[in-house]
C-alpha cells in the first residue's frame, strides 16, 4: 500500500478524515506512524496529498491533509477489453487495471469463458471494490477504473464498441498478430487506445475474425503462454514503451 | 497446464510414462481425457511432446509419447536477480520465470528485505519446484531454472556477479533509467541478458550505485509503481519488445 486511499464518506470537516478499517490496521501495524507522523494519501477519484496523524488512539485514526497534490494526467487513455476469466484471475484484474492507471475495463464473455464464471460476485460492486482500491493503493493512483460486463461477445462486439471506442486505436492480443513495434512508427501517437485480451487457451477464430471486421489490430505479446493477468501486464508495459515516447 | 511435465522418474519403460499426482488429478478433470486421446506433454529439461492415454484406471495414469519435437530454443538468454521478496511473491517470481524461460534466478536479499523472508522454506528446494513446475506446464516450456539465493547483496555484487554474468548485457528496472528502446538501437541484439529487479519500495542508493558500478544500466518499466512479480513481467516483456526482432 503506497498511498493510503481516502473516500469523502471519511472526511470529518475540511481536510481531516478518519479511517478504521484495513487502512487502519496498516498505518498502525506496516507503517507504524505515531502521532505528529505524516503519511501518503489519495482521495478516490482526486487528487494526491500528503496528511498527518493526529489521533491514533482507540479504534479510530484521524489525520488531516496538510497538502493536496493533482494527480498527473496519464499520457494516453487505456480501455481493456477481457475475457471473463475465473474468480481468482478477476481479482488480479482488477488490481492490475487500477494499479496501471486503466480507465475502464469491460469483462465480456468469451467462448472459452465457463459460464459460471459470470456468476462470480466478484464482477458486481461492491465485492469488486476493494481489489480495485488494493490496485490503486500500490500504484498511487487514485481514478477509480469504469468496470462493466458484458455477457453476450457478438451483440457487444457489433454493437457497443463500435459506439464506445469510436476514433480509438484498437489492439487484440493474439499470437498471429504483428509486435508492437511494428504496429506503431516511432512518431505514432495513440492518444486513446483500446486492447482487448483474450481467455485462457485465447480467442476462438470467430472472436478474432469479429474483432478484427471490428477494426482491432492483432499483436504479439512475444514468444510465451500466458496467464491473463500477465498478459494484461505485459501489453500496457509493451504499449507504454512505444508509446508517447516522451511521456515516461 | 498447458502441458503435462513428465520427469525421467516417471518413466515406466521405453516412451511410456507413469503418473499418479496433480497431474493425473488434472488429466482426469480438467482435460477428462479419455484412453486413446493425446495430451501434450514435456520432458524436464528435454523434448515437447504429444503422449497417447493408455489406462486410467486406478490411481495412475500411464501415457505413451508418440511423438518427440525438440523445444525451441530462445533468441537470446535472460537472467534474473531479484530483491528476496515475501513468500507470497516468491511463488510467483518462480511460477512466472519458469513459465517466460528464465535462464536463472538469482535471489539477493536487498536492504529492503525483510531479513524473516531469507528464512521462507520457499527458497529452497524441494519446496520451490512446485512453483517451476507450474510455470513450466502453464509456459509450455520444459528448462528448469537454475535458482540460487544470495544471502548477502555486496559481496554477491562486487565478486560473483563480474563472473557469473561476464559479457552479459546488465540492465538494472529503477525509474531513474531511460527506456529500453532508446538504451537498444534497433539493430542490437542483445545475446545473453541479465536483469536486476528491486524489491518493492526499490532498490536504496547504495545498491543502485553499486549494480552501476558492476556495469548495470538502470532502465525504467513505466509511469506505474509495480509489484515485483508485475515488474518482472514488464521487464521480460519489453525486452522482447526491443531484442531480436525477428524471433518472436
Redesign the interface.
Known amino acids: 500500500m ?1 498511498i493510503i486511499l481516502l473516500a469523502d464518506a471519511d472526511r470529518t470537516i475540511n481536510d481531516t478524515f478518519t479511517v478504521s478499517d484495513y487502512r487502519a490496521e496498516h498505518i498502525r501495524t506496516v507503517l507504524q506512524s505515531k502521532v505528529g507522523e505524516t503519511v501518503e494519501v489519495g482521495l478516490l477519484n482526486g487528487p494526491l496529498g500528503t496528511a498527518t496523524i493526529e489521533d491514533l488512539g482507540g479504534s479510530h485514526i484521524r489525520l488531516t491533509v496538510t497538502e493536496w497534490r493533482e494527480a ?1 494526467r ?2 494516453y487513455e487505456v480501455d481493456i477489453i477481457c475475457a471473463v476469466p475465473r474468480p481468482k484471475t478477476v481479482k488480479k484484474i482488477l488490481a ?1 487495471a487500477a ?3 486503466v480507465r475502464s475495463l469491460h469483462f465480456v464473455r468469451a467462448n472459452r469463458t465457463d459460464k459460471s464464471y459470470l456468476e462470480s460476485p466478484l464482477l458486481k460492486e461492491p465485492e469488486r471494490l476493494p481489489y480495485l482500491y488494493d490496485g490503486l493503493s ?3 493512483f487514485t481514478r477509480l477504473p469504469v468496470v462493466e460486463v458484458h455477457p453476450l461477445f457478438r451483440p457487444f462486439v457489433e454493437d457497443e464498441v463500435p459506439d464506445i471506442f469510436a476514433d480509438r486505436l484498437k489492439l487484440v492480443a493474439d499470437p498471429s498478430g504483428e ?3 511494428t504496429i506503431f512508427s516511432p512518431s505514432h501517437q495513440p492518444g486513446e487506445v483500446v486492447i482487448a485480451i483474450g481467455p485462457e487457451g485465447g480467442w476462438v477464430p470467430f472472436e478474432l475474425d469479429l474483432l478484427v471486421t471490428t477494426g482491432f489490430t492483432p499483436f ?8 491473463v493477468e ?1 498478459a494484461l ?2 501489453a ?3 504499449l ?3 508509446a508517447a ?1 516522451e ?2
Open positions: 503506497n498527473s496519464p499520457a492490475i494499479g496501471m492507471n500500490q500504484g498511487k509486435r508492437l513495434t504479439q505479446l512475444g514468444p510465451w503462454t500466458l496467464r500477465n501486464v505485459a500496457l508495459s509493451q507504454a514503451l512505444v515516447k511521456s515516461i
